[in-house]
């Protein structure tokens, strides 16, 4: 009966905390909308006042004469810019208020202080702060505050958290996880780890939304530490498949920007390197949900393409997956694209592109460049931050150096000494660059020659467009070689680093650990830190279990006990019963309640004929096979045919993996590729074939 009293009295708490809470967020979110309407009108009426004003003197106004009308410009749009920046403001208020009402919190920790023990502080934790009024009663605490730190790091006990001001020591007294959504408490527990394992297992059962979902509330005691390393300048995440690489990166992109911004750090501070266009449009949807919006994405082509942009004038960087579908469907196993493409992610090609440029000749004047030529139109640029030095005006001479790297990289493609130590394969890929060098305009540069061109200029010319990054963040790091990390040292001297990967899912080579080693070495940071997240959160122990037969690691990868049914691996005697069999499993996994649906395939070019074949009676199926599609693409929800590599750092509620027969899949390569796929499933596996299947099946 106590028992009962006791629940009962703590709903009661909980349910009026929780109406106090709602209804000062209901306030700041009218306060909010009432101050976006009147700066609203204000912006209006200023935009009228400054037709008015100015409308007889918007010509001539770069003439010496005319200075006068410029600067005059420049203060009468002042007001207007001002009033547009709290426009925005409350805009963003508002939104995160209506978030907010939604849910405010998802925890609490009861927290004394070593300094006053019997005290006790109820510490509620959520999304984003709320504060009574204007004063410092804190009604709801960030998840990114320090004291938000102690519900991820800590069980019920002694605890701490560190604060500007020094470590702050004290007892956590309880742990209670809330499930709060529309404003309603729908029920709350108290927590100690083995709850909480099964609370997580729970939330990870559920279906997945369209996107991946960022739970603030199940992040492990492991990810939070690498969340919030602000020690190293360069921290390196080693995660197995589905054990939460992306979520901490996203989650650490977030944090910074909470512990930085007194210090200055806003979003275009930060740069975060996306392996796929798709993955860019799920970073672009999950930030915000962490409270930060405008941080600036990119993929790698994007970045060569602004380095390449003065020295080469409209050439165009190719994605990289075109160089590994073509090396992926090469019939000649031994040919010059494959070849040139192997020798190009190698770390002897690094190493010979610096031999030669050692052996360079010394610049006539050292001085004819001090940087690029900066562009205010780049996105990457810091409009805040004053334009680098011009290259310097020589009357009746043009300066040849923008265009050296490509003059360069040809003398190299035409110097077989060069080439020679790697015998007869060199050559072919010697023949190869040489060729594709001929008419880079055409055809535009293979992503493997724009990367060396983008090192040779950056190493000739320099390139100081990118110096105002402070943190950039790597996802599937493993993809890129060492030649990517010496020009990302020489793009961003002082950033820090957030480099994340798995070395079971390397695309174009097989990697270890080692890789990590080239990456500190590459990039030369002050201080680095390697963390290991070993546990699974995504798949069915089945599901993971049957993925082990892809890797070639000693130790196996550990699940959280989330279990379900055993992947399926079915025959089909032709092509037509295979596409069949496909149709079902969608039809299947839509009656299970599956939103997300990926069938997978080994490359893009394959993707699109089964897309072809399949929505002749599915017209619903769509495609995802490179990046012009994917980046237009806003949502994965239905079923989806794709490559295997596009898919990387994605999940889905079921996937159906095309074609996993010997024939398409035979190379050490596809072998990773296999595991990729298997391991994109949070619930449901299916392999279909024709003839034989894979040899690891």
């Known amino acids: 009966m106590t028992d009962a009293t006791e629940t009962n009295d703590q709903e009661y708490e909980e349910k009026a905390y929780l109406a106090r809470v709602l209804a000062e967020a209901e306030r700041q979110r009218a306060e909010a909308l009432k101050n976006r309407a009147e700066n609203e009108a204000a912006v209006l009426a200023l935009k009228r006042e400054f037709r008015e004003e100015t409308s007889h003197a918007v010509y001539g ?130 927590a100690d780890v083995q709850v909480y394992d099964d609370y997580f297992r729970r939330l990870l059962s559920r279906r997945a939304t369209p996107q991946m979902r960022a739970i603030i509330e199940t992040i492990q005691r492991d990810q939070d530490a690498a969340i919030r390393d602000g020690e190293h300048e360069l921290l390196m995440v080693q995660g197995a498949a589905g054990s939460g690489k992306t979520s901490v990166a996203l989650h650490r992109v977030a944090w910074l920007l909470y512990r930085d911004a007194a210090a200055g750090l806003t979003a275009r501070h930060i740069l975060i390197l996306a392996p796929s266009a798709v993955f860019e449009e799920y970073v672009a949807r999950v930030l915000p949900e962490l409270g930060e919006i405008n941080v600036f994405t990119a993929v790698f082509e994007e970045l060569l393409t602004e380095i390449l942009r003065e020295a080469l004038p409209g050439v165009s960087v190719r994605s990289r997956y075109l160089s590994l579908e073509e090396s992926m469907s090469a019939d000649e196993p031994a040919s010059g694209a494959r070849r040139s493409l192997a020798l190009k992610n190698s770390p002897r090609w690094t190493e010979t592109l610096k031999e030669f440029l050692r052996r360079q000749p010394p610049e006539e004047d050292a001085d004819a460049c001090r940087g690029p030529e900066y562009d205010s139109d780049s996105p990457l640029n810091d409009p805040d931050r004053p334009p680098p030095p011009r290259f310097k005006d020589k009357p009746g001479k043009h300066d040849p150096r923008p265009k050296q790297a490509l003059a360069l990289y040809r003398a190299l493609a035409a110097d077989r000494e060069y080439w020679r130590p790697g015998g007869g394969e060199w050559e072919e890929a010697r023949r190869f660059t040489a060729e594709t060098l001929g008419d880079i305009s055409r055809e535009g540069l293979r992503y493997e020659d724009a990367l060396t061109l983008a090192y040779l200029h950056a190493r000739t010319a320099g390139c100081t467009a990118f110096y105002h990054i402070r943190q950039i963040v790597i996802d599937e790091a493993q993809d890129y070689g060492d030649l990517h990390f010496e ?162 750092g994605l999940e889905f509620d079921a996937v159906v993996v095309l074609s996993a027969d010997r024939r398409t899949f035979h190379t050490p390569d596809d072998k990773r590729l296999l595991y990729i796929a298997c391991t994109r499933a949070l619930h449901h596996l299916t392999l279909l074939y024709t003839g034989e299947k894979a040899a690891w099946i």
């Not at 890797?551 to 279990?563: K, S």
Request: hydrophobic share 40%; aromatic share 10%.
């Open 61 to 190: 106004l770069y003439a010496a004469p005319n200075f006068h009308d410029l600067v005059n410009l420049s203060q009468a749009a002042q007001p207007v810019m001002e009033k547009i920046n709290a426009f925005e403001s409350e805009e963003h208020k508002a939104r995160q208020l209506e978030k907010t009402i939604d849910a405010p919190y998802f925890a609490r920790i009861d927290f004394s202080f070593a300094e006053t023990p019997d005290d006790l502080e109820k510490i509620y934790i959520g999304r984003s702060s709320l504060r009574a009024g204007r004063g410092f009663d804190i009604l709801v605490h960030d998840w990114r505050s320090p004291v938000g730190g102690v519900y991820y790091r800590f069980g019920v006990g002694p605890a701490y958290y560190e604060t500007p001001g020094g470590r702050v020591s004290g007892t956590v007294a309880l742990k209670r996880q809330y499930e709060i959504r529309g404003g309603e408490l729908k029920y709350f527990f108290d």
């Open 487 to 648: 020009l990302l040292r020489l793009l961003f001297p002082a950033a820090r680093f957030t480099v994340l990967g798995d070395t079971d899912q390397s695309l174009e080579r097989k990697t270890d650990a080692g890789v990590y080693d080239v990456i500190a070495a590459a990039l030369k940071r002050r201080s680095s830190a390697l963390v290991r997240l070993e546990q699974s959160f995504r798949s069915t122990a089945e599901i993971i279990a049957f993925s082990e037969r892809f890797r070639e690691a000693d130790a196996p990868v550990r699940h959280v006990g989330r279990h379900g049914s055993a992947p399926v691996v079915c025959a089909a005697p032709d092509i037509d019963a295979l596409a069949a069999l496909a149709l079902r499993e969608v039809e299947a996994n839509r009656e299970k309640g599956c939103q997300t649906i990926a069938l997978l395939c080994k490359t893009g070019e394959e993707a699109a004929r089964w897309q072809r074949r399949l929505r002749t009676t599915e017209p619903a199926i769509r495609l995802i096979a490179g990046a012009e599609s994917a980046a237009a693409e806003r949502s994965l929800e239905g079923a989806t045919v794709m490559p295997i590599y596009l898919a990387k």
